[in-house]
């Protein structure tokens, strides 16, 4: 399994996903320069979190038009897997790759802090080898992680069942005060209709070892990589 | 020709910075102020040929960079000459 790893400008999370999928899950990872034309054989490919552009203008809206990028849409809408989180999700929103938007939390406070999320959706290679309703402690640390979409996107989201992750507290529950950023319907991470695209403001990156408060993050990972060695479960 | 570029929040998409300016001039005696909203303000000078042919280039601009039409709205001005 071949991952790529896209590092922007003001990238940040580059490293950690880089070295969480290669020290803690011993996978084969390559960085992707954003000035770079996208070349190489990837099964999955990370947009990481951070502030590509100094979030300058809207979180994304450069990132989205950089050269690496116009590959990475071609690989995307062929089928070709792509992970975006936190900075990485804003720029799939951006870039039209996800519905929807993400804008300043509701509390203008910049949250960091870990997070429950509960499972929604488990027919995605993002998800296959998790359950549904299952909870996972990750850590979120974002200014701009509000997501929105329009009422009829949401409709077409929730009819999609595109909706993979949401905020719960600790007993499984979607509270308003379990939601860190004001997210509509306390959603922390989307896919694509494809279910082939997934975005997410949590950081699954900063939680594959035990030594950083959890693992909860790596069993996405684990079902990516499931997934593109042909052992997802089956579509349900 | 100079172009003045405002954008805003569309209706419906939450704006906690317009509420907590909101709330400080509630707080600073302002009571009358209400649906303050925050937004973004843009100059810039285009070269074009004609008045009609900036204005699509701008309308490009917006609708490709400038604004997310997802979240945002735009308007703009054009005015004559380069500026001050």
């Known amino acids: 399994m071949r991952w790529g790893v896209i590092t922007f ?11 969480s999928l290669k020290s803690e899950l011993g996978q084969k990872v390559k960085f992707l320069w954003h000035k770079d034309e996208f070349a190489g054989n990837f099964d999955c490919v990370v947009l990481p979190g951070g502030f590509s552009y100094g979030d300058y203008l809207r979180c994304g809206a450069m990132a989205r038009f950089s050269p690496v990028m116009r590959g990475l849409m071609k690989f995307a809408q062929s089928g070709g897997r792509v992970l975006g989180v936190c900075n990485g999700f804003q720029i799939l929103c951006e870039s039209g790759l996800l519905p929807g938007a993400l804008v300043r939390n509701a509390g203008l406070q910049f949250v ?8 929604e959706e488990t027919d995605t ?3 296959g080898g998790l359950k549904k309703g299952q909870l996972l402690r990750l850590p979120v640390k974002h200014g701009e992680g509000c997501y929105y979409a329009d009422p ?3 409709e077409g989201l929730r009819k999609n069942r595109q909706i993979l992750l949401r905020y719960v507290d600790a007993k499984g529950k979607p509270t308003a005060s ?3 950023n004001g997210s509509l319907d306390n959603i922390a991470g989307v896919c694509n209709q494809a279910r082939n695209v997934f975005g997410l403001m949590p950081h699954p990156e900063d939680a594959c070892s035990q030594l950083l408060g959890g693992d909860d993050g790596a069993k996405i990972f684990k079902s990516i990589a499931a997934a593109c060695a042909g052992k997802a479960r089956p579509h349900a | 020709m100079r172009v003045k570029i405002f954008i805003s929040l569309k209706n419906g998409v939450l704006d906690p910075q317009g509420k907590a300016i909101e709330r400080s001039l509630h707080t600073l005696g302002f009571d ?6 925050a937004g973004k ?3 810039l000078a285009v070269d074009a040929p004609s008045r009609p042919a900036a204005e699509a280039r701008v309308r490009e601009m917006c609708d490709k960079l400038l604004a997310n ?9 054009l005015s004559d000459g380069d500026g001050d």
């Open chain 1, 112 to 119: 960091c802090q870990q997070v429950h999320l509960r499972v």
């Open chain 2, 69 to 77: 039409t997802v979240i945002e709205d735009y308007r703009f001005e």
């Open chain 1, 178 to 180: 379990a939601n860190p």
């Open chain 2, 32 to 37: 009358e102020v209400q649906d303050v909203r």
């Open chain 1, 125 to 127: 290679p993002f998800t």
């Open chain 2, 41 to 43: 303000y843009l100059e």
């Open chain 1, 9 to 19: 400008p003001g990238s940040c999370d580059d490293h950690d996903v880089f070295d």
């Open chain 1, 152 to 154: 009829k996107t949401l």
